[in-house]
T-cell receptor
Framework: AQKITQTQPGMFVQEKEAVTLDCTYD???????LFWYKQPSSGEMIFLIY??????QNATEGRYSLNFQKARKSANLVISASQLGDSAMYFC????????????FGKGTRLSVIA | DVKVTQSSRYLVKRTGEKVFLECVQD?????MFWYRQDPGLGLRLIYF???????EKGDIPEGYSVSREKKERFSLILESASTNQTSMYLC????????????FGPGTRLTVL
């Protein structure tokens, strides 16, 4: 079974609008971490935001916020006020169990921001 | 700033060749990782290392081996390259087992003809 599911292969959003990128995860471990990375066309992976399974509040970093719904096992990324530079691939990832395990990635969502 | 560098951005090799992909990090990180990225499949873990001379298999280790003789360097080896190993290869490092964030290199796009 897939550990991380990103159901949207591609998304379009108008500049200055908000967009939500979906991510659901599958784990039976009570301790885990959820990550979002951005990959522009240049190829480098840029860390955006992190949410721990025991964190009480949703994580926020500037225009990025993580809508963490534990019971539904979802960790959607919300980008507010989209900019042209937000056009990229976005990957959701999970660290399952103790901190020493590697990240498992979803298949990604390609976001295109339209002027 | 953490810097993870990979020896080549683009590489073209022939079937059957032995291929070395090098990754170096400059922040004294203990953990290092090799992923391959293919369209529609996301990133898949090949091998990782928690410390010098240690290595662990990831999800798709077949056809690959690794070497970690020094803390800062983690090499991915394709013993006999095949066309199905044409892919983008991404190296990452992490400070230690208690850390969360993985820092990535720029990637090596390998084509095997």
């Amino acid at each position: 079974a897939q550990k991380i599911t990103q159901t949207q292969p591609g998304m379009f959003v108008q500049e200055k609008e908000a967009v939500t990128l979906d991510c659901t995860y599958d784990t039976s471990d009570p301790s885990y971490g959820l990550f979002w990375y951005k990959q522009p066309s240049s190829g480098e992976m840029i860390f955006l935001i992190y949410q721990g399974s025991y964190d009480q509040q949703n994580a926020t970093e500037g225009r990025y916020s993580l809508n963490f719904q534990k019971a539904r096992k979802s960790a959607n990324l919300v980008i507010s006020a989209s900019q042209l530079g937000d056009s990229a691939m976005y990957f959701c990832a999970m660290r399952e169990g103790p901190r020493n395990t590697p990240l498992v990635f979803g298949k990604g969502t390609r976001l295109s921001v339209i002027a | 700033d953490v810097k993870v560098t990979q020896s080549s951005r683009y590489l073209v090799k022939r079937t059957g060749e032995k291929v070395f992909l090098e990754c170096v990090q400059d922040m004294d990180h203990e953990n290092m990782f090799w992923y391959r990225q293919d369209p529609g499949l996301g990133l898949r873990l090949i091998y990782f290392s928690y410390d010098v001379k240690m290595k662990e298999k990831g999800d798709i280790p077949e056809g690959y081996s690794v070497s970690r003789e020094k803390k800062e360097r983690f090499s991915l080896i394709l013993e006999s390259a095949s066309t199905n190993q044409t892919s983008m290869y991404l190296c990452a490092s992490r400070r230690d087992r208690a850390s969360d964030e993985q820092f990535f290199g720029p990637g090596t796009r390998l084509t095997v003809l």
